[in-house]
């Protein structure tokens, strides 16, 4: 499938064996739009990229995995600066013109002449794939993840072209995310945002593998402005379209993410209803998302569905009466009433244990608030690759 | 060493072959106290527990372990009625003179039936020990957790015995452990509950294995009254001997309880100092300790310390300068002044995260709230026993 943005993945000299770095040169027509983590602690090339995306037109990326360049202080800063400041002399344009990424280990700097040298050197042809931009961002996934889409907004074919890395530490707010998704049309810088922000804290963030924020989020989304004429702003319709269409392809990244989950064996869908509001039915939601017995729980096909209700139990600042609540794991309603079910089939429950996808659908009946994140269950295996990671 | 409780472990019929319930029988002259669980769908036995101790002098306690009969609903809280009643009848007291507890699995109705008729046609000869009970009690533990000591104050000896049970789901608030403790002294209700809260609040409430709240957890101090004439309304410097010498004794069971928690290699000191206040303190000590990626570090010897600055980045609600902080592995300081530290020994640093015991040292230099947690690490043996707990 054609793209607008002309792709490099290289080696850059972080990893031993493999490319560990992307270059995006994006087409003159193009708009961009950016969010990131909301961790307190953003790494350097997420704060820099924010400032210089606010300044300038951005004109390249520069992405590498391996290393985090996060919680390094003013020397990341300054690494990620001189990467930004490489790319600008290579290419002739300003530094704020180019915006970088990292994604790895938190905590180490990075090598920064190694890179700065591989850039020199390197003849850049941009003849990648998003496949390999795909690969290239990897770090602990076991494949790349990439949805090309093409749907019609009346005669015009709109084309979607996303990828994203992300394995572990994946929580609301983007943990140890990177996404990059190209759009053909002209969209105006606003609604770019906007319709980036809509897509984003419906599927990104709604995905949970162990409850921790990285520092180093970012979801990058380009309209290269191939097709103009559409006008989102007053066609309310083709805008829509546009967004469910993204939707989509984002949902469905984000289940590959939770699938490809560190170790992960299932994806557990979470769905709490008719909590007080939406903040606790969030709260309640993700709560159960990261509660390490009732994913390992989950891991053994085990129905231990006590651990949901306990788990509520526990939960500070809030409070529903357990008389009114229905809990139901893949359809099988447990608990009702204030008391467990008895008639329903443990067989045929159990069974459907061992399904890939687990539903838990909790109705508190006290109010309107609903949340819905889906998450991965935890096994051996996560334990296994998160203890062995920087050594 | 001699007990004033009298106490008889035995075969009550939830477990298949292993003893699975202790029968306590309390002296006249005791006196008894309680805190348990702040999970608000607290089981049956706790709720009853509750009421009983209000309104009656206690005599009897019975435990068992298997089922916790909580989120059992009005089916529940009967059949912990039944158990009460059994045992008024069985020893001629009042059915609100007996107090009951429950560990195991939730969600299931205690096969009651099978409890009553063991009950009805056991003889109970109360000549089992501390030790027989710690056994009874336990459910994933793998041995039994049993302290005795005794100090002076003046020239009477006094007496502590106390065992516990807990493995996993322990959280701040006490999640599933049982702790029961005997002194040998005549103390007043009122001094009673607060010596209890107070030395609860600084060892079974600071120990966390995986961050899940319990609905049957309790602890129980029982002053048996056979040493009289220490006024410790009065007499502030006995009180303080005694005070320090249970807290001894319920700091070491909870050390116990982590170092026995489920697949437990390693225990983690987390000590957090100078946060705004000890609240703030409390739950950036609780999220680390809860982190599924520092535990599983920690659990491989990987000094990943960038792991520690991305979850206290990722707590709501607070917030702290980077510039600020100092962060310490093992005593070794490896970030401070907003970057990592550099003149460190790396090779006896990652040496010492062999250890059995790890010791996270966060200074925040923002205020002067501090709080500490022992937690203990996450490795494959906690998924495998936590994915086939029921079935």
Tied chains: 1, 2.
């Excluded at 210089?52 to 037109?57: G, L, R, Y």
């Excluded at 990292?102 to 941009?126: D, R």
């Excluded at 998704?181 to 599927?203: G, H, T, Y």
Aim: charged letters at 25%; one cysteine or more.
């Amino acid at each position: 499938m054609k793209s607008c943005t002309l792709i490099e993945s290289f080696k850059i000299g972080i990893k031993k064996s493999k490319k560990d770095a992307v270059c995006m040169k994006l087409s003159e027509k193009s708009n961009i739009s950016l969010v990131t983590t909301k961790n307190k602690f953003a790494a350097a090339p997420v704060q820099l990229s924010k400032k210089h995306i606010k300044n300038s037109k951005t004109k390249y990326l520069l992405i590498n995995s391996g290393n985090a360049n996060a919680c390094t202080g003013s020397l990341g800063m300054k690494n990620a600066k001189k990467c930004c400041q490489k790319i600008s002399k290579k290419f002739n344009c300003k530094e704020s013109e180019v915006l970088v990424f990292s994604t790895g280990v938190v905590g180490e700097q990075l090598p920064i002449n190694k890179i700065l040298n591989c850039i020199e050197k390197k003849i850049f042809k941009f003849n990648s794939s998003w496949s390999d931009a795909a690969r290239a961002i990897m770090t602990t996934d076991k494949s790349e993840k990439i949805i090309k889409k093409t749907f019609k907004i009346g005669t015009k074919t709109i084309r979607i072209i996303a990828i994203c890395k992300g394995a572990g530490m994946i929580e609301p707010n983007m943990a140890t995310m990177l996404s990059f998704i190209e759009i053909n049309v002209q969209i105006k810088q606003n609604l770019l945002s906007k319709l980036l922000k809509s897509i984003s804290d419906r599927s990104f963030n709604r995905i949970s593998v162990d409850g921790d924020m990285s520092t180093n989020d970012s979801v990058v989304l380009i309209a290269s402005g191939e097709i103009d004429g559409i006008d989102f702003n007053r066609n309310k319709q083709a805008y829509k379209q546009l967004e469910k269409n993204i939707l989509k392809v984002t949902q469905d990244l984000s289940k590959k993410i939770i699938s490809d989950g560190e170790g992960s064996t299932k994806s557990i869908y979470i769905n709490v209803m008719n909590a007080k509001n939406s903040k606790e039915a969030k709260i309640i939601a993700t709560a159960i998302a990261n509660s390490q017995l009732i994913k390992t729980a989950i891991h053994g096909s085990d129905p231990n569905w006590g651990r949901i209700l306990v788990k509520l139990g526990s939960i500070y600042h809030t409070s529903y009466s357990i008389e009114k609540i229905i809990l139901k794991l893949n359809g099988y309603t447990l608990f009702k009433n204030g008391t467990p079910a008895a008639n329903y089939n443990s067989s045929s429950l159990k069974k459907s244990m061992q399904n890939k996808n687990i539903e838990i659908f909790l109705d508190l009946c006290s109010g309107k608030g609903s949340y819905d994140l889906i998450t991965s269950d935890l096994s051996k295996e996560y334990v296994r690759l998160n203890s062995a990671y920087t050594s």
